[in-house]
């Protein structure tokens, strides 16, 4: 055979890639993944029963959370009565006209006491059912507020407190010689429990629009533009819920429900929306 006089080239051979090691961590020190919550869709459907079943459980646990306050508002029934007949204008006593009537007057004290001071064990309930129904960002939105609605909650308490003496003020005044008023325990204490509740649940209106702002639902320029709809209806609801027939009640709980929708608006607005 005829050699050729062109020359191969000689094949040249690439070096095998050596391989990193890769040092991982050993299986024991391996932190699970955290799985994504699902979203609203994604959470498993209950039915109706499965709902009511449920609502029970924590109607329940809301139930046997006032039972604490309730005892202990019945063993300083005296002491919670000598601080709410503090804001009278006067130091006769109070009477009674029915021969259990100062039982059950203890024990609305001390019923409303289990209610104040089972609050936060009320809104956690109130929470732990809603939540599951609420997308992520929903949740994460309204989970700071949670809180917060103790806060506003007492400080409605102390407003009602501080607006009892001008009340019962302005209403003592209409005594005259021939005008002598005789008040009864169970009327006073009715208007106080009333009052204080009611200036209670108020205070948690500004919680309500946040989170609606949150959720998209409003903004401050739609709130802005409502500002005469939102005055009329504060003074509406105050003269509802307010109770006595004065009218310095109502006017302070407007005043109130008014600043707190204005103060909403300022939140909403400095948290973007």
């Not at 609420?134 to 994460?140: H, V, Y």
């Not at 700071?144 to 607006?163: D, S």
Request: with cysteine; glycine share 8%; aromatic share 8%.
């Amino acid at each position: 055979m005829e050699q050729s006089g062109e020359t191969q080239p000689a094949a040249t051979t690439t070096p095998p890639r050596r391989r990193r090691l890769r040092l991982g961590r050993p299986p024991w020190l391996r932190l699970p993944r955290r799985r994504k919550k699902p979203e609203r869709a994604e959470l498993k459907s209950l039915t109706l029963v499965e709902h009511l079943v449920e609502l029970r459980n924590r109607v329940f646990v809301s139930a046997l959370s006032l039972v604490p306050g309730t005892i202990l508002g019945f063993i300083f029934a005296p002491q919670i009565i000598e601080v709410l007949k503090r804001p009278l204008p006067t130091d006769d006593p109070l009477i009674v006209l029915g021969l259990t009537d100062a039982l059950m007057i203890n024990l609305k004290i001390a019923i409303t006491t289990g209610v104040i001071l089972g609050m936060p064990v009320i809104l956690y309930q109130l929470w732990r059912y809603i939540s599951p129904g609420l997308t992520q960002k929903e949740r994460s939105a309204a989970r700071p507020w949670v809180p917060m609605a103790l806060v506003f909650f007492a400080i409605g308490i102390c407003i009602a407190y501080l607006v009892l003496p001008i009340t019962s003020g302005f209403l003592y005044g209409f005594q005259s010689k021939d005008i002598k008023l005789m008040l009864t325990a169970d009327a006073y204490f009715s208007f106080v429990t009333t009052l204080f509740l009611s200036f209670g649940l108020v205070m948690e209106f500004p919680m309500v629009l946040v989170l609606l702002s949150k959720v998209g639902i409003l903004s401050s320029k739609r709130l802005r533009a409502s500002r005469r709809g939102a005055l009329m209806g504060a003074v509406l609801v105050a003269a509802i819920i307010t109770p006595g027939g004065d009218f310095v009640s109502p006017m302070v709980m407007a005043a109130t429900m008014y600043g707190l929708y204005e103060a909403s608006i300022i939140m909403i607005r400095m948290g973007g929306r």
